[in-house]
């Protein structure tokens, strides 16, 4: 499908943007250095990182993009990354939380602090990335946090008897469980926002069916049996609900975009409607709770 989504000029705005050595967190890093912006790209590996900042530089040599070490499932790296971008002393316009992972094997793992890994990968450490950069995003005008979720916390719950899913292991269902996480996280965000007067706009977003790594030759296209089955986009598609819930002016506090067509699978981006499970507030709000006893971070008191 055909760019739908032009991304307003972004000079002068600092973005983090974890997850963009590849997939959709690419084409996000590559539209936002093209509309201006200086780009941070939060990667596990660097050296991946580095390739992918080369490819945006050879289509935009004068592009600001630099790579910096992140890895969600590790909260020692968050912080450091949180402490270099802090230290800096610079304001930041906007993260992008991207960066996940998806249906990890059927026997559960842990990430390095023993949280179950989609949990703790997807989730946790974009709260505690979050919540350590607020007050940075909070020295800029008009900041933005742009999380990304999924279709697929239609079929999430969160059991607060069982966080960690450790009876009964699903990786289907633990990535479910992730990505409401998620959605959660960006519509409590929101709520505190406005109940403290913050100028943050917290939203969300969705990439519907999308074919983030297409098979060499297909140009961005699925190969022919997906075709058959479901409607599939490329990245291209792909990642303009989350460049619109980062950058669009029109942008609403709490909003949720996704693809417009097809079952919301594919399309130009809309609003979208979050699923049942991520609609009730006082659920946000203690999933919050917990995920900072968890992460040990917090909101700023400011």
């Given at each position: 499908?055909?760019i ?22 690419r ?21 991946k ?29 968050v ?11 610079r ?43 607020l ?15 999924s ?28 990505k409401?996480a ?89 609003v979208a ?14 999933l ?15």
């Amino acid at each position: 499908m055909p760019i739908t989504y032009d991304v307003p000029p972004q000079a002068g705005r600092r973005v983090v943007v974890t997850g963009s050595n590849t997939g959709i967190g690419r084409e996000v890093a590559r539209r936002l250095a093209l509309a201006g912006a200086e780009v941070v790209m939060a990667v596990r590996s660097v050296d991946k990182g580095e390739a992918a900042r080369a490819e945006i530089l050879r289509e935009a040599p004068d592009a600001d993009v630099e790579v910096r070490h992140l890895d969600l499932a590790d909260l020692a790296t968050v912080r450091a990354f949180a402490d270099a971008l802090l230290a800096d002393g610079r304001p930041l316009h906007v993260l992008v939380n991207n960066a996940g992972v998806v249906h990890a094997p059927r026997r559960r793992e842990e990430t390095a602090d023993g949280f179950e890994l989609q949990l703790g990968t997807n989730f946790l450490g974009p709260f505690a990335l979050t919540t350590l950069l607020l007050p940075l995003l909070l020295r800029s005008p008009a900041p933005r946090v742009a999380t990304m979720g999924s279709a697929a916390a239609t079929w999430g719950r969160i059991r607060f008897d069982d966080p960690q899913w450790r009876r009964s292991y699903s990786p289907n269902g633990g990535y479910a469980r992730s990505k409401l996480a998620d959605l959660l996280m960006a519509r409590h965000l929101a709520a505190v926002a406005d109940e403290r007067g913050w100028p943050l706009l917290s939203t969300a977003a969705h990439p519907g069916w999308t074919l983030s790594h297409p098979p060499a030759g297909t140009a961005g296209r699925p190969p022919a049996p997906w075709r058959s089955l479901l409607p599939v986009q490329g990245v291209e598609s792909g990642a303009e609900p989350i460049l619109v819930a980062a950058t669009s002016p029109d942008a609403r506090q709490g909003a949720y975009y996704g693809p417009g067509r097809r079952l919301g699978l594919v399309g130009p981006t809309t609003v979208a409607r979050f699923p049942r499970p991520a609609r009730s507030l006082a659920t946000a709000a203690r999933l919050w709770a917990v995920a900072e006893e968890l992460t040990g971070t917090h909101l700023p008191q400011a």
